[in-house]
């Protein structure tokens, strides 16, 4: 592991490479459209009942 770590500390090419795969990662798995989904779902199930359909954005 120190290796790898050695590598990482001298290459700032691999740094930039890692750091925008982990932001992909981050932004893929927590976009707000997730979030807001994994919120519907944890009210339904505490409340019992089934997640509402989206809202269509019309009032």
Do not use: K
């Amino acid at each position: 592991m120190a290796d790898a770590i050695g590598r990482l500390a001298a290459d700032g090419g691999l740094r930039r490479s890692y750091g925008a795969a982990a932001r992909r990662d981050v932004e893929a798995r927590l976009s707000q459209d997730r979030i807001a989904a994994a919120v519907q779902r944890l009210y339904a199930e505490v409340l019992g009942g089934p997640a509402l359909p989206p809202a269509s954005g019309q009032a």
